[in-house]
């Protein structure tokens, strides 16, 4: 039995560490004047991989909308995205991550904004009503999308609720989607996943690649 579980650990880490090399690799040549060709079917197959794009059907209502965390540039695409589901009636619920630290400074205070009074300015901006918006605490761990799913999960169960829609970037739907997965186990529960449309780089591209096989070979 231990011998089966030290083979299967072997070929986790193998399968993994043929991966990073693959990229690494890639990474070189991409940086070669003839690379112009190999790098747009690459990235056109990372995506293929990283995509798990799955909005909710016409009509349906949704308990509630879940924003993942990201830095400020890539949440103001997720809220505008939330916020155009919001204004087309698919929830009245907007779950954001309450993120502490402070931002950029507001002229109104005097006083540089918390994380999370930026992101309820950015979501009115966006028309949508402070009331209409709840910031989820979510205690801090070393993998930040596995951490948010385990507490959001819970507190669905918590709820009683039956559906969800998980806004991100697009290349990261594929990685919400297993982690959720995990932990929901529930087919009751329903999963959607929103991209937000954030334009993409083929560098982050390989680096969510290689975090997603972690997910996958490791948490999952």
Known sequence: MLNSKFK??????SLISTTILVFAISAIWLNSNNAGHFRTN???????????????????????IYVLGGSPRS???????????FHRGISKRIWILSRPGKTEFSRSLGRNLTNDEWSLQKLHEFGVPEENIEA?????????????AEGISSLLKSRGYNNIVLISSDDHTKRIKISFDNFLKDPEIKIYTQGSGEKLLLRHAI?????LKVYQYFLI
């Open 75 to 85: 949440l103001a695409f997720k809220y505008k995205t939330a916020a155009e589901l």
């Open 8 to 13: 299967t650990k072997n070929t986790k880490l």
């Open 136 to 148: 989820i605490k979510i205690e801090d761990g070393f993998f930040g999308t596995f951490t948010e």
């Open 207 to 211: 680096v969510e690649f290689i975090k």
């Open 42 to 64: 690459l990235k056109q197959f990372i995506l293929d991989e990283l995509i798990d794009i799955n909005p909710p059907p016409s009509g349906e209502k949704i308990d509630a």
